[in-house]
């Protein structure tokens, strides 16, 4: 396992805001040599503690988005009932985030869709045919006042 000493966890803070920094002005900003910082980027991304880059892109301008937060009850409590309702949220292009949680709900699900319309079909012909789910709540999304995804 990787050591997450006090570089390792400014580099990876540095990172998480910019992805696509030069290393050298990485390792200007860590206080290392070039040689040093690359050497432990490397070694984070090897390890797995760095799974990728990746482009934030802001739908709102490329499209109108409506983002929705779906809590979802499951009818069972068993193992399969959550890996097969996880196995069709990672096959729906609509769900962003998936997230297992604690609390009165099993689930909290990020949908993106272009249109209500979208989220309806979505809703009926997806999420509304799961026989491990028991209720879903949704929450239109008005506006996001913080969303860390957004740094760049």
Same mark, same amino acid.
């Given at each position: 396992?990787?050591?997450?000493?006090?570089?390792? +966890?400014? @580099?990876?803070? =540095?990172?998480?805001?910019?992805?696509?920094? *030069?290393?050298?002005?990485?390792?200007? #900003?860590?206080? %290392?040599?070039?040689?040093?910082?690359?050497?432990?980027?490397?070694?984070?991304?090897?390890?797995?503690?760095?799974?990728?880059?990746?482009?934030?892109?802001?739908? +709102?301008? @490329?499209?109108? =988005?409506?983002?929705?937060?779906?809590?979802? *009850?499951?009818?069972?409590?068993?193992? #399969?009932?959550? %890996?097969?309702?996880?196995?069709?949220?990672?096959?729906?292009?609509?769900?962003?985030?998936?997230?297992?949680?604690?609390?009165?709900?099993?689930?909290?699900?990020?949908?993106?869709?272009?249109?209500?319309?979208?989220?309806?079909?979505?809703? *009926?012909?997806?999420?509304?045919?799961?026989?491990?789910?028991?209720?879903?709540?949704?929450?239109?999304?008005?506006?996001?006042?913080?969303?860390?995804?957004?740094?760049?």
């Amino acid at each position: 396992m990787t050591q997450i000493d006090a570089v390792n +966890s400014q @580099i990876l803070s =540095v990172l998480e805001r910019d992805g696509r920094m *030069s290393n050298i002005d990485l390792a200007s #900003k860590v206080g %290392l040599s070039p040689s040093a910082c690359l050497r432990r980027v490397q070694e984070l991304e090897r390890s797995g503690v760095i799974k990728g880059y990746r482009a934030v892109i802001d739908r +709102s301008v @490329i499209g109108d =988005v409506i983002t929705i937060f779906v809590t979802v *009850s499951l009818s069972g409590q068993l193992k #399969k009932d959550a %890996l097969d309702f996880e196995r069709a949220m990672n096959a729906a292009p609509h769900v962003k985030e998936c997230h297992n949680v604690t609390g009165s709900v099993e689930y909290l699900l990020r949908v993106e869709v272009q249109d209500l319309a979208t989220y309806k079909e979505f809703h *009926s012909n997806v999420l509304g045919v799961l026989s491990q789910v028991s209720s879903m709540t949704s929450h239109i999304c008005l506006g996001s006042s913080k969303d860390v995804r957004d740094l760049v």
